[in-house]
């Protein structure tokens, strides 16, 4: 009988008349300069300025019970559970204890008592990365990930803590009652797989359920709409793409082929006079299973020869650092093969909304998280045999990178042996154990990250997995780069689960999406078939080859428990690891100029006259901008010369984060006093004149921050180009 009660009031708990929704932004764009970029782990791949602003796209759902989830896509490399924990302490401290909590699980008492009932599951924040490679790094808590880096970059940590719950809390207090129309379609011609050798190896028969091939071409979109105003609020969506179109030689900032389709759409809906960053329409093109997903889709050839790379190693005569491919850019040019990527998902998103006529169930959210201990995980297979997880460890493979970014040093994909030079390195930091090397064969082990505790842990062992449910549409937070065919499988597990239960009411379809690199990052995750060839995906599968399998008996737990409406149980939480970070990246000290100059003057001025589409280049005396990230605000101007009510203003038409400018600082010469570091410099802001810029007077102004000789105070100031004219051509 209690019970049956109990089912009643669940029942009457879970039947919701209307959800509210709200969005955020805000700027976490971090260092611009001096600090290596995450992605291609290239130690020279340093930022020289700003092409892009980063920023975290937040979005807050509660249903009529009070519960609450926010997912946050972040212009950034990828998730860190790091960055988890100090915006959960942020929020905790705005928002009250509890509201948004991923780590608090070692607080939940297990009771219960339907007195706590919509508030037990604490676990409901999503920070998912959109892969771009050409952001600062730092953020990460793991050495493995701050090699490269020389060590953990409290700037970029901190931008990415104050952006992303800043995000959060714009959301959270823009909750209002809105309605979410769902789309999807297929986007072709916008990616390719880059190990397609890899994927050949999975099943003929699971291969030939997907026409659409060896790469994901659906694009899931949601458009929130305002009950108040009955506008579109917001847009989020998912599409399987790498953030690879910027090269590993580009040093400017930029949020590469998401962070243009997200800018070009805010534009679109807020409209081009409101500045970039600052509208009230958020639209996020977030990352999934993108592993194997590269946005170069003219694909590899051989830089020297022009000719094909050899197809199981990518290399180029035994070589892999000439076998690269391209975007569709003219000549492989970097920025425009963004653009394209990105226009293609923008064009597509656009036309999503406006086909939209199905709309998300309204509510009930929820969701399930729990910590899992990867590098332990008894797996029990169908047929009840038991396998494990590994220790993590990166196989030889991995140094070889990927044709989006070769590495160094000879290694090539596919190699499923070792070489007596190298294993002797491996040796010198770790020697794995005979147990080691069985577990994770055929994969050899280049770096035994398992075992390296100095200076800290080099591997995440503890990670989070978590389903986020709004309505119908279900997101599994995968804290790693899934494949193709491995987020195939991990969303078929949990759409038969689902499907098998009564959770959503028959005749509502029923939506399954992977947030890839979500709160954490533990690389990649192939399918036991791929892993066998030990590409670079698969030499990144750290936790060996039943990684999948694990994922997929965690991921399916988690949605039982939910269809069960019971807690989820979960293991330790991970370590908090801020007191050890090293830092080997200082501090700007101070900047110097030349004699008889100042900080903002002019060196090189603009011509009188520009026509549209050309581009307009002032040079000006500079100052270090890490001495202040300007955050929500801008280094550059674009100023338009008009007169209101008869006097002459200058309205500011662009900014940092617009396509159409360009932010370039560089070190300068050396002052004598400085015995060999360079203090003194310059920066080019530059201003690609758009088709639809007005005709008539414009200037460009410079806005920095020096740090004194004396006291290292940050002082702020201005200059500004003389006028110029734009006409028409
Ligand atoms: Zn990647």
């Not at 008592?113 to 604490?122: E, G, K, V």
């Not at 920070?127 to 790094?137: E, L």
């Not at 993108?290 to 022009?306: E, F, H, Q, R, W």
């Not at 100052?623 to 605000?633: F, G, I, L, M, S």
Request: hydrophobic share 35%.
């Amino acid at each position: 009988m209690f019970f049956a009660c109990l089912f009643v009031v669940l029942g009457v708990l879970q039947a919701v008349a209307s959800m509210n929704v709200g969005v955020g932004i805000y700027d976490m764009t971090g260092p611009s300069v001096e600090i290596n970029f995450m992605g291609y782990a290239v130690p020279g791949q340093r930022g020289t300025g700003i092409h892009q602003r980063l920023r975290a796209r937040a979005y807050a759902f509660q249903d009529d019970n009070g519960k609450r989830v926010a997912f946050v896509s972040v212009d950034g490399g990828m998730g860190s559970d790091l960055v988890v924990m100090k915006v959960v302490d942020k929020l905790n401290q705005a928002l009250g204890e509890g509201v948004y909590s991923a780590v608090s699980s070692k607080n939940i008492t297990i009771s219960l008592s339907l007195a706590n009932y919509p508030f037990f599951y604490q676990d409901n924040i999503a920070i998912s990365g959109t892969h771009t490679h050409s952001g600062p790094a730092g953020f990460l808590q793991y050495v493995l990930f701050q090699v490269t880096s020389f060590g953990f970059v409290q700037e970029t940590f901190d931008a990415w803590v104050t952006g992303i719950s800043n995000a959060i809390i714009r959301a959270h207090n823009n909750l209002q009652p809105a309605k979410t129309l769902v789309n999807q379609g297929m986007l072709y011609e916008s990616n390719i797989n880059r190990s397609p050798t890899s994927y050949l190896l999975n099943p003929e028969s699971e291969r030939a359920q997907y026409p659409e091939g060896d790469t994901d071409k659906n694009m899931l979109l949601l458009n929130f709409i305002s009950q108040k105003t009955g506008k579109t609020m917001g847009v989020l969506n998912w599409f399987a793409v790498h953030g690879t179109s910027m090269n590993n030689t580009n040093t400017l900032t930029s949020g590469d082929n998401r962070g243009y389709a997200s800018y070009s759409l805010e534009r679109e809906i807020n409209g081009a006079e409101v500045a970039t960053g600052k509208g009230s329409f958020v639209a996020a093109f977030a990352s999934t299973n993108l592993g194997d997903v590269s946005p170069n889709t003219m694909g590899a050839k051989c830089i020297d020869t022009g000719l094909p790379c050899d197809g199981t190693h990518s290399s180029c005569n035994g070589r892999c650092e000439k076998c690269i491919a391209f975007g569709p850019g003219t000549n492989g040019d970097m920025f425009e093969s963004t653009q394209i990527i990105g226009d293609k998902q923008f064009q597509f998103a656009k036309k999503l909304m406006s086909e939209a006529t199905d709309s998300l169930m309204d509510g009930p959210v929820d969701f399930r998280h729990s910590f899992i201990d990867m590098s332990s995980l008894n797996v029990t297979r169908t047929d009840g045999s038991t396998v494990f997880t590994c220790k993590p460890a990166m196989g030889y493979s991995f140094a070889a990178g990927t044709t989006d970014g070769p590495g160094m040093f000879g290694f090539t994909q596919g190699t499923t042996s070792g070489n007596p030079f190298w294993d002797k390195v491996r040796d010198f930091l770790s020697v794995p154990t005979e147990e080691e090397i069985a577990c994770q064969a055929p994969k050899p082990i280049l770096i035994n990250t398992a075992d390296i505790n100095v200076p800290y842990e080099w591997d995440p062992r503890i990670v989070p997995v978590q389903i986020l449910r709004v309505g119908n549409l279900f997101i599994l937070s995968a804290p790693s780069e899934f494949t193709t065919m491995a987020g195939r499988r991990l969303r078929n597990a949990i759409r038969s689960i689902l499907e098998d239960s009564t959770l959503v009411p028959a005749g509502q379809k029923i939506y399954v999406t992977i947030a890839g690199l979500t709160n954490t990052y533990s690389s990649y995750v192939t399918t036991y078939e791929e892993y066998q060839a030990q590409r670079y995906e698969a030499a990144s599968t750290i936790f060996g080859p039943h990684t999948l399998e694990g994922y997929i008996q965690e991921f399916s737990r988690l949605a039982r428990d939910m269809v069960a409406g019971r807690p989820s149980t979960t293991g330790p939480s991970p370590p908090d690891l801020s007191d050890k970070q090293l830092q080997l990246i200082n501090e700007p000290k101070y900047d110097r100029l030349p004699e008889g100059k100042n900080f903002g003057d002019v060196l090189v001025d603009a011509k009188p006259t520009y026509f549209l589409g050309e581009t307009v280049a002032v040079t000006f005396q500079a100052a270090n901008p890490r001495n202040n990230q300007r955050t929500e605000d801008t280094f550059l101007t674009v100023e338009y010369k008009t007169t209101i009510a008869g006097k002459t203003v200058y309205k500011t038409v662009a900014n940092d984060g617009d396509w159409s400018t360009k932010f370039h600082w560089i070190v300068g010469s050396e002052h004598p006093l400085d015995f060999g570091v360079k203090r003194e410099s310059t920066a080019v802001l530059s201003w690609t004149v758009p088709s639809d810029a007005l005709e008539g007077n414009y200037r460009i102004c410079y806005h920095g921050d020096h740090k004194t000789v004396k006291g290292g105070k940050i002082v702020p100031f201005s200059g500004c180009s003389s006028d110029f004219l734009v006409n028409a051509p």
